[in-house]
């Protein structure tokens, strides 16, 4: 049984955190690409990463996205010594 990708994000998404599948130029492969959506403009979807680089996705290589709920806030871990944590 195959997959039954969706694309579910349209351009009125721009500024939203998506994620994305699409197809690779190595065939059958595909890639997921996470992140913001900054740009969707002659074609081509740009989504900025959580590390700040851009991914450029070809409209044509789409092969399901959708809107995903904001990554959550990261703890603050180590920053406390053990007798701060305990308390005291």
Same mark, same amino acid.
């Given at each position: 049984m195959r997959p039954r990708y969706e694309v579910r994000i *349209?351009? /009125? +998404?721009?500024?939203?955190?998506?994620?994305?599948? #699409?197809r690779t130029h190595a065939h059958p492969s595909a890639? +997921?690409?996470v992140g913001m @959506?900054? %740009?969707?403009?002659g074609g081509t979807l740009a989504?900025? !990463? !959580? /590390?700040?680089s851009l991914a450029r996705i070809p409209e044509s290589d @789409?092969? %399901? #996205?959708?809107?995903?709920?904001? %990554?959550?806030?990261?703890?603050?871990?180590? *920053?406390l010594d053990p007798e701060q944590r305990r308390g005291r």
């Open positions: *349209s351009r /009125d +998404d721009v500024g939203r955190r998506v994620t994305v599948r #699409a890639t +997921d690409t @959506l900054r %740009a969707w403009e989504v900025e !990463r !959580r /590390d700040g @789409l092969l %399901a #996205a959708r809107v995903v709920p904001d %990554a959550p806030r990261r703890r603050r871990t180590g *920053s």
